[in-house]
T-cell receptor
Framework: NAGVTQTPKFRVLKTGQSMTLLCAQD?????MYWYRQDPGMGLRLIHY???????AKGEVPDGYNVSRLKKQNFLLGLESAAPSQTSVYFC?????????????FGPGTRLLVL | AQSVTQLDSQVPVFEEAPVELRCNYS??????LFWYVQYPNQGLQLLLK??????LVESINGFEAEFNKSQTSFHLRKPSVHISDTAEYFC????????????FGTGTRLTIIP
């Protein structure tokens, strides 16, 4: 039981390049989330999903796209990376009554955009 | 809309001294409250949460938090800290009944001085 895993752990991009971050969970959770963490700003929600095939915008969705084709996977895409997207990205998942349940976080992906 | 304020971005404390990390929230409805901890180079993990009932909640490693509705606060306390408590602590809030999202504070970095 690996919990929540994220791939890759670290990536350097040039401005304008694209990439996809993969989040996988083996807990059969319905809800999955992508956050970014920046110094002094805490965690901000980018996009989330309440089930397979569904996605919704969070607080800071611009410049990102997501897909949830399989229940266990939640992909975060950057079509044209910008230096402002340099951040640490965390994926999380939960189940049940999501507003009161524990969110389980992955180890994070550190992204540097030059 | 809900929001969370953690006024202290950094708190240095001597080992074995007590500590209080402050959290205030704003919401027009009832709330669920959480404290998450992030150890260096790791993802977040749940420390404790308040859903209902007793306003004092405890974690397995000696932390406790008290929900104070009149002061809209959920401060985290520990009577005697250890080096291993060095981490960043995030307060978070969600709203019962249909909102699947957590709103995080900006975090408090707890540094234990030997």
């Amino acid at each position: 039981n690996a919990g929540v895993t994220q791939t890759p752990k670290f990536r350097v991009l040039k401005t304008g390049q694209s990439m996809t971050l993969l989040c996988a969970q083996d807990m059969n959770h319905e809800y999955m989330y992508w956050y970014r963490q920046d110094p002094g700003m805490g965690l901000r929600l980018i996009h989330y999903s309440v089930g397979e095939g569904t996605t919704a915008k969070g607080e800071v969705p611009d410049g990102y796209n997501v897909s949830r084709l399989k229940k266990q996977n939640f992909l975060l895409g950057l079509e044209s990376a910008a230096p402002s997207q340099t951040s640490v990205y965390f994926c999380a998942s939960t189940d049940g009554l999501a507003s009161q349940e524990t969110q389980y976080f992955g180890p994070g992906t550190r992204l540097l955009v030059l | 809309a809900q929001s969370v304020t953690q006024l202290d971005s950094q708190v240095p404390v001597f080992e074995e001294a007590p500590v209080e990390l402050r959290c205030n929230y704003s919401s027009s409805v009832s709330v669920y409250l959480f404290w998450y901890v992030q150890y260096p180079n790791q993802g977040l993990q749940l420390l404790l949460k308040y859903l209902s009932g007793s306003t004092l909640v405890e974690s397995i490693n000696g932390f406790e938090a008290e929900f104070n509705k009149s002061q809209t606060s959920f401060h985290l306390r520990k009577p005697s800290v250890h080096i291993s408590d060095t981490a960043e602590y995030f307060c978070a809030v969600s709203e019962p009944g249909g909102n699947e999202k957590l709103t995080f504070g900006t975090g408090t970095r707890l540094t234990i001085i030997p």
